[in-house]
């Protein structure tokens, strides 16, 4: 992907400016260019039970071989020519935890959607998953400055980006 990384002044510069949301935000989460990210929940491969509420169970078992669904504890809304995208933490690689990522751009973020995560232990034991571990970096691309073709979201994508939307509205963080 082309475009300009945005270090971490730019970042806190967007920030300050309400260009880029990113909510709560913290600084000590900044590193030279990206954004730090840790767990909020913890939900099964269907996203439809949740294993562990980080708000009050500071760890989370993952069990061997089990894939789960992550929400992270940062809302984050990128303005139109700006694209997130997720790195794994050194911090799973060496855990034996692989993470399921992608990317995001305008519109998400706008309803408050959560950051959701694919993760799977990839071991033959037992992990724990602790509140304040760091799970992924999300970097910032900016595209503004170079011209883009229009292109519709995808009908897959615009279903995933409605079911999270509602669960945002029905069962998600309120970051106001």
């Not at 949301?21 to 269907?46: G, K, M």
Request: aromatic share 10%; charged share 25%; net charge negative.
């Amino acid at each position: 992907m082309f475009g300009n990384t945005i270090s971490n002044s730019q970042i806190s510069a967007l920030v300050k400016k309400n260009e880029l949301v990113i909510a709560p935000f913290d600084t000590e989460r900044l590193t030279t260019a990206h954004y730090c990210l840790s767990p909020l929940r913890l939900f099964d491969e269907d996203a439809r039970e949740i294993i562990c509420d980080f708000l009050n169970e500071p760890v989370a078992t993952l069990k061997p071989g089990v894939y789960y669904k992550l929400e992270v504890d940062t809302l984050i809304v990128v303005p139109k020519g700006i694209v997130g995208v997720f790195t794994t933490s050194s911090t799973l690689i060496e855990m034996g935890i692989s993470l399921h990522a992608g990317r995001i751009d305008w519109p998400y973020g706008q309803h408050g959607e959560p950051i959701r995560f694919g993760l799977k232990n990839e071991t033959t034991r037992e992990k724990a998953l602790q509140r304040d571990t760091r799970v992924a970096h999300v970097e910032f691309r900016d595209l503004r400055g170079l011209e883009l073709l229009p292109f519709d979201v995808s009908p897959s994508d615009l279903r995933a980006w409605l079911v999270r939307k509602w669960r945002a509205a029905d069962d998600g963080p309120s970051y106001e």
